[in-house]
């Protein structure tokens, strides 16, 4: 009933850019929490940024001043712009969500995961 469809990652080099989105589709009433985790082969998931249905953001320390998350409410839209990517942002991305659905109530929801490649 919920699908996350993600895009927009690629490989880059040091320095690069790149922009992720992922849109949400289904029989949701309200999305509460839009986010994005990573996953580096041998590592924890963790969590990279969300953004609050009314605007609040949060940045894990090591992507400060580097990435910035938005959201477009009327199009169920997260996205996650990368800036001065380096070769430790290297990832799988995966787009995450908080919504009300009408048969499930409030559910986490992940999307498929989009690979990040930073190297020169």
């Known amino acids: 009933q919920v699908q996350l469809v993600e895009s927009g990652g690629g490989s880059v080099q040091p320095g690069g850019s790149l922009r992720l989105s992922c849109a949400a589709s289904?029989?949701?009433?309200?999305?509460?929490?839009m986010g994005w985790y990573r996953q580096a082969p041998g590592k924890q998931r963790e969590l990279v940024a969300n953004?609050?249905?009314?605007?609040?953001?949060y940045y894990t320390d090591s992507v400060k001043g580097r990435f910035a998350i938005s959201r477009d409410n009327a199009k169920n839209t997260v996205y996650l712009q990368m800036n001065s990517l380096k070769p430790e942002d290297t990832a799988v991305y995966y787009c995450?969500?908080?919504?009300?659905?009408?048969?499930?109530?409030?559910?986490?929801?992940w999307g498929q995961g989009t690979q990040v490649t930073v190297s020169s």
């Open positions: 995450n969500i908080e919504a009300l659905v009408s048969s499930r109530g409030l559910s986490d929801y």
């Open positions: 289904g029989s949701i009433f309200s999305i509460t929490v």
């Open positions: 953004i609050l249905s009314g605007g609040t953001r």
